[in-house]
């Protein structure tokens, strides 16, 4: 029978039936095999076809293909990747600019990623109510940056409801993939859709304004608010890129292709060539320094920090 799974914890699943029953699914040795470049076979978002055993186990025959996925490199193995959500019909890229703040690099990285593997993206910046005076013009000029690239900027506070409304409505009917460093608020985002939830909340250390992990597997649930399904993914500390080749990155910056037919060179790398159009759009303000400079990190394959 075929399912969607809701969440993946390695060696078992969860598994959602087209009428709504969710089961408790195996995931057999064979999906792990030596030489597989993802440390989970099975994804929140896979669509699996599982049957149940004499003594009612169920368990996962086949994985079937994917529309889209959103990968990671995994924390303990730099040369595997995570696959964090499959089959989605956007992510949202939820940010802060106090308690913690999130970096330009980071932000960056994640939607780079996105554009890779062509899922849509939305940034939401939390937090509206703890902003001093200084962060918000820090988002006004985020706000310009991100828009100016294509991206659809919202700003809310899960804490006050500011703006909620633009979320929702943003959220309406689709399969969205929340991202985002601990502590800057997804689960208390989904919760103040819908209350009811309750998802688990967790606090900012105090020591080092550092989210504390509160998801530890990324899950999938289903909001009569939006009618439409949320993923909530662990808290990333960073993004590092996987399978992309330093000559493709330039492509994944949308404002930098638009430019990409202007320059002298069809593979331009847009650092040190003659009749460079990205440069000289740099040089004259019209594309923002910021992203050049997350640009340049990736193309030198360098590690974002946590912060």
Request: with cysteine; net charge negative; hydrophobic share 35%.
């Amino acid at each position: 029978m075929k399912a969607t799974v809701i969440k993946s914890t390695g060696n078992t699943c969860l598994i959602r039936f087209d009428d709504g029953d969710i089961q408790s699914c195996r995931v057999p040795g064979k999906f792990r095999i030596k030489g597989l470049t993802t440390t989970n076979p099975v994804a929140v978002g896979d669509f699996v076809d599982a049957s149940k055993n004499e003594r009612g186990e169920w368990r996962v025959e086949h994985i079937h293909d994917r529309k889209n996925y959103l990968v990671r490199k995994s924390v303990n193995l730099s040369h595997q990747k995570h696959i964090i959500a499959a089959n989605i019909d956007q992510a949202v890229l939820v940010v802060t600019l106090e308690q913690p703040e999130t970096s330009t690099g980071f932000m960056d990285r994640f939607l780079v990623s996105c554009e890779a593997y062509d899922i849509p993206a939305v940034i939401v910046f939390n937090k509206w109510d703890v902003y001093s005076d200084e962060a918000k013009s820090e988002y006004d000029y985020r706000k310009a940056v991100y828009e100016s690239a294509g991206y659809q900027v919202l700003a809310t506070s899960a804490e006050t409801a500011f703006q909620l409304t633009d979320v929702v409505q943003a959220l309406e009917g689709k399969i969205t993939l929340l991202g985002g460093h601990s502590g800057v608020g997804k689960s208390s985002l989904v919760n103040a859709i819908q209350p009811d939830l309750d998802l688990k909340v967790g606090d900012i250390s105090v020591v080092h304004r550092k989210g504390q992990h509160t998801t530890t597997f990324a899950q999938m649930v289903y909001v009569d608010n939006i009618k439409g399904y949320l993923i909530d993914s662990p808290g990333i500390k960073g993004f590092g890129l996987v399978d992309m080749e330093p000559e493709e990155i330039g492509d994944y910056f949308p404002e930098f292709f638009a430019y990409r037919e202007q320059c002298r060179f069809h593979n331009c790398t847009h650092r040190n060539e003659p009749g460079c159009a990205v440069k000289a759009a740099l040089d004259s303000g019209d594309l923002p320094h910021s992203r050049y400079q997350s640009y340049l990190s990736m193309m030198d394959g360098e590690d974002e920090p946590y912060r």
